[in-house]
């Protein structure tokens, strides 16, 4: 189960980057996301840098069905995962549905 649930400002433009505030109990983690669009591979990607400008995570793909971050806890930054809003779309976000039919939610894993 996800606690405290926080939806990224995502839309499906293919290059994006922002900074965000991701609250995590009773801290408040800055990061800038960087989501890039693989034309040729058919799926997002996301990069994950630090307030210092490390990068944390690169090319992390945006694929649906679990916690995007399991395989790194050692960067205690919760839970990430792809929800599909529009249960007749594809099985992971294509080029036009990441913030629509795909949106991406953080939070605390309560598990």
Same mark, same amino acid.
């Given at each position: 189960?996800?606690?405290?649930?926080?939806?990224?400002?995502?839309?499906?433009?293919?290059?994006?980057?922002?900074?965000?505030?991701?609250?995590?109990?009773?801290?408040?983690?800055?990061?800038?996301?960087?989501?890039?669009?693989?034309?040729?591979?058919?799926?997002?990607?996301?990069?994950?840098?630090?307030?210092?400008?490390?990068?944390?995570?690169?090319?992390?793909?945006?694929?649906?069905?679990?916690?995007?971050?399991?395989?790194?806890?050692?960067?205690?930054?919760?839970?990430?995962?792809?929800?599909?809003?529009?249960?007749?779309? *594809?099985?992971?976000?294509? *080029?036009?549905?990441?913030?629509?039919?795909?949106?991406?939610?953080?939070?605390?894993?309560?598990?």
């Amino acid at each position: 189960m996800l606690k405290n649930p926080y939806v990224l400002p995502v839309t499906s433009q293919p290059n994006q980057t922002f900074k965000t505030v991701i609250p995590l109990g009773a801290r408040n983690v800055e990061l800038t996301i960087q989501l890039s669009f693989r034309e040729v591979a058919g799926y997002w990607t996301m990069n994950l840098i630090d307030k210092s400008g490390h990068m944390l995570l690169a090319n992390l793909p945006l694929f649906k069905g679990g916690n995007l971050l399991y395989q790194y806890p050692y960067l205690d930054l919760g839970y990430l995962t792809v929800l599909q809003m529009n249960p007749n779309s *594809a099985e992971y976000p294509g *080029a036009g549905q990441l913030g629509s039919d795909f949106i991406l939610v953080w939070g605390e894993d309560d598990g």
